[in-house]
């Protein structure tokens, strides 16, 4: 079985997932500014066009370099709760990567897990608290169960695709508990949460990538 993942292409989700936020960063704006403070769109899109630039700038060799460029940028050049969020979500994929130039789809799968571990430790996050976490947990879920049905990487990422966007979905008549939105109280219900807007798209750009 040869369905091993190359740098090179999870260099393109990456890349796919920048262009996807760019395009979409009006919508996580007006989701944040509903619940939060308006600049989720901006924060992200600030961000991952500096790691794209990073990325530009010198071509990582491994996917360990390449997720740890990118959550380092993100870190750097993102402020609020999303910069250290999604910076560790991609520093701790980078970790599980290490320096291999491929990986096999249960190595990919690990990665994605330990992301969301890392997402967890930093933020502490539970189901149900209206975060990404109610989005990207159901994602790794699903794609450790379609992988362990055998299917290949690429449908397997679809099935986890959609479970990321039934978790964002899930967000909207869920009570805040973490971040901003918490402050909000009763009045966060019917609102869906822009962090976990943004997981539904990580995902949707590995749809869209050659894996
Ligand atoms: P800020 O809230 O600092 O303005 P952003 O608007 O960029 O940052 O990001 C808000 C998103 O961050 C929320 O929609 C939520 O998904 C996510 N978030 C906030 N706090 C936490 C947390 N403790 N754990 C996980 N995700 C969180
Ligand atoms: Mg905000």
Do not use: C
């Amino acid at each position: 079985m040869d369905e091993n993942v190359t740098t090179a292409v999870l260099e393109e989700w990456v890349r796919r997932f920048a262009t996807l936020v760019a395009q979409n960063r009006d919508h996580l704006t007006e989701l944040d500014a509903a619940i939060g403070d308006a600049d989720h769109g901006s924060n992200m899109d600030r961000g991952m066009r500096a790691a794209v630039a990073a990325l530009d700038e010198s071509p990582p060799a491994t996917a360990g370099a390449l997720f740890t460029k990118v959550g380092m940028t993100l870190v750097s050049t993102v402020g609020g709760a999303s910069g250290p969020l999604f910076g560790t979500l991609f520093l701790r994929i980078g970790t599980s990567f290490g320096d291999s130039d491929t990986a096999s789809p249960p190595d990919f799968a690990a990665a994605l897990r330990a992301g969301l571990g890392g997402v967890v430790a930093r933020g502490k996050a539970e189901p149900g608290d209206k975060t990404m976490y109610d989005a990207l947990a159901p994602a790794v879920d699903a794609l450790d169960a379609a992988l362990l049905e055998h299917l290949p990487l690429g449908a397997a990422l679809k099935v986890a695709r959609d479970a990321a966007a039934a978790g964002r979905d899930a967000t909207t008549p869920m009570l805040a508990r973490k971040g901003r939105a918490s402050y909000l109280g009763e009045r966060s219900v019917g609102h869906q949460d822009p962090g976990a807007t943004t997981v539904a798209l990580l995902l949707e750009a590995a749809t869209e990538s050659p894996f």
